[in-house]
């Protein structure tokens, strides 16, 4: 600097040529360090911004879409696939010439059939996305347009111009299944069922080819593509068995037209497993066009609870069993009306009185029932007296322990899909006089069609309460599993598998063969279940409209499915073969349909017959 100083220095009056070559000197040195600096910059500094906008000016990224992972059911069924299928017409504005984009709009509009108005329409859009690489002029266009605009560009004559194909997320069975299966949204990303669930598995990781263009964006021949490839989402497969899930789907359509219900909810489980084989909801919808009832689209199977009236009753009986406290032939005092204590309204069985066949007069002029008529027959007023000997704190734990008011752990549900937990209260809130009257006959709690399900199927595999699941494995697009469902047991119910597969079952039997499910009775099987006719609360007091219901398992002594048939409101108006009209009960609504269900169900798997005595044979006609 001191050189610089001097070289600048005053040397004498006037300019002398010394001095004007210190000047020119000083400004070379100043102007080479800013020029240093400048090109320092330029290289280190800056060099990755100018090389993202030298590949800005001189590449294009095309976006490359992977196929998103298809739905199958278990025996390999597709319920949900990616296609990509049609065209759609889009332009590079940028690839364009000025002069040439009134002609291009006049010539795409003639080909769409469209008027002068588009055309013009078209016109100002390219000039206006004239610093643009794309823009879609036709989502979807029909075959003829599109044989047309190939024969075009061949001739080249649509500068700018392509073909895309749509991608489209088809769903080749409609509503079968929709509640599972879910739907997609126009971003392909998933909205309901295992599309949602399993979206992070499902959707493709697109890919992408970066090519080298011109200045007005054209691709240049004989260039190499830098190409990222994409990876295809990954396939589901359900535990849904798609004979099963047919056959549940048949029998709904039959039971709509024949009830005209408000909802019905279906579903059928493995006895061992708690794996889905069928589920299907009333109303439906149909994933390609799910619209925007977002009722026809609720899973009611585990989005709406009910209080399941006397489906809940071989709950009580088995509690009592497995506290030694009565056996099926214990004797349990009868009467039709029932007063407890505290409570003005009386317990009764009045309309279903227990025959007086089934009755035994006591020394003491009182009459007594077996546990397991009274049960059979469906008796509240024995039930009550059952779940007063229990009293409330044994009461409230045995209906925790089958599950009920908490979720099933179902792998579609939790508060993501609207799965409610159903209502359980606190055992503080309970009351001798009110509670245990009414949770012994199936009110004051509320349970979702898969808690009821669940409780059954517990039963009938020994007392185990299994987390529900329809989620079979995952595969990637090698073949690699990428995840597989197990049965999981939710919690133990306490029961012991003589209590459920000895005492009960025995019980549940015969409400089919000589109670209130005779209507489930079917020939090949035996089937064991209960079932339910509770009474809706409607402002604010309970009214004539009602929940039919039936639950149970087959074969009976040694279970493979376990069904639950749930109708809410039955409307339909039907007469029996002498013309009187059929009234709305668990065992008329029903009952028929789950037993038609297990036939075909256990037909389809195969399981064999059981063997039927002769006597057997004569008392199933």
Request: aromatic share 8%; glycine share 10%.
């Amino acid at each position: 600097m001191k050189i610089l100083f001097w070289m600048l220095g005053e040397s004498g009056r006037g300019t002398s040529p010394r001095r004007m070559a210190r000047w020119v000197l000083g400004l070379m040195v100043i102007l080479f360090f800013w020029l240093g600096g400048r090109l320092f910059s330029l290289q280190v500094w800056q060099h990755d911004d100018y090389i993202e906008q030298r590949d800005a000016n001189s590449t294009r990224a095309v976006t490359l879409p992977g196929t998103r992972g298809s739905v199958f059911t278990e025996d390999g069924v597709c319920l949900a696939q990616t296609t990509f299928s049609g065209a759609s017409l889009v332009v590079n504005p940028r690839a364009i010439p000025g002069a040439a984009r009134a002609d291009l709009a006049n010539r795409l509009s003639g080909i769409l059939g469209q008027d002068g108005e588009f055309a013009r329409k078209l016109e100002g859009e390219l000039y206006r996305r004239r610093d643009k690489y794309y823009y879609c002029i036709a989502r979807e266009t029909s075959p003829d347009v599109v044989k047309e605009i190939e024969r075009y560009l061949r001739l080249g004559e649509l500068p700018g111009v392509e073909l895309r194909s749509i991608e489209t997320r088809e769903y080749p069975l409609g509503d079968y299944a929709s509640h599972i299966v879910g739907f997609v949204g126009r971003d392909m990303s998933g909205q309901e069922g295992v599309e949602r669930a399993l979206e992070d598995h499902l959707a493709a990781r697109p890919g992408m080819r970066v090519i080298t263009v011109d200045a007005l964006g054209r691709a240049i021949e004989n260039t190499s593509d830098r190409v990222e490839k994409p990876i295809d989402g990954a396939s589901v497969y359900l535990t849904l068995n798609s004979g099963i899930q047919a056959i549940v789907e048949d029998e709904m359509r039959t039971l709509v037209e024949q009830w005209e219900p408000v909802t019905v909810s279906i579903i059928v489980m493995e006895t061992n497993t708690g794996a889905i084989l069928g589920l299907s909801n009333y109303p439906s919808y149909n994933p390609s066009e799910p619209g925007s009832d977002a009722a026809a689209r609720r899973n009611i199977a585990i989005t709406d609870p009910f209080e399941p009236g006397s489906m809940f009753k071989p709950l009580i009986v088995c509690s009592a069993y497995q506290r030694g406290l009565l056996t099926p032939e214990s004797m349990v005092e009868y009467t039709p009306d029932l007063k407890v204590p505290g409570r003005s309204k009386l317990v009764s069985d009045r309309g279903h009185e227990i025959p007086g066949e089934y009755l035994i007069r006591g020394d003491d002029g009182r009459y007594y029932v077996t546990v397991n008529r009274a049960l059979v027959s469906s008796s509240n007023t024995v039930m009550t007296r059952i779940g007063l000997m229990l009293g409330t704190e044994a009461l409230y734990e045995s209906v925790k322990g089958f599950g009920f008011g908490q979720r099933t752990g179902f792998d579609l549900g939790g508060p993501r899909f609207g799965e409610s937990a159903g209502v359980v209260r606190p055992v503080d809130k309970w009351s001798v006089p009110h509670s245990i009257p009414s949770v012994s006959i199936g009110y004051e709690v509320q349970v979702t069609p898969m808690q009821m399900l669940n409780c059954f199927n517990a039963i009938a595999n020994g007392g185990h309460v299994y987390k529900p699941w329809v989620v079979g494995k995952v595969v990637d697009a090698h073949g690699r599993a990428l995840y597989e469902g197990r049965p999981e047991i939710l919690q133990e119910s306490g029961l012991s598998e003589e209590v459920t597969r000895e005492l009960m079952n025995e019980t549940l039997k015969g409400v089919v063969e000589d109670g209130t499910a005779t209507s489930a009775q079917i020939r090949q099987y035996m089937v064991a279940g209960k079932t339910g006719t509770a009474h809706k609360v409607k402002d604010g007091q309970y009214s004539n409209d009602k929940i039919c219901s039936f639950v149970g398992y087959a074969p009976a002594d040694n279970p493979a499915i376990s069904v639950i048939v749930v109708v809410n409101e039955a409307n339909g108006h039907v007469v029996n073969k002498w013309g009187w009209r059929i009234r709305h009960y668990g065992g008329t609504v029903a009952a028929p349909t789950m037993s038609r269900i297990v036939l075909r169900s256990l037909k389809h798997l195969g399981v064999p017959e059981d063997a039927i005595t002769p006597e057997d044979s004569t008392s199933r006609d």
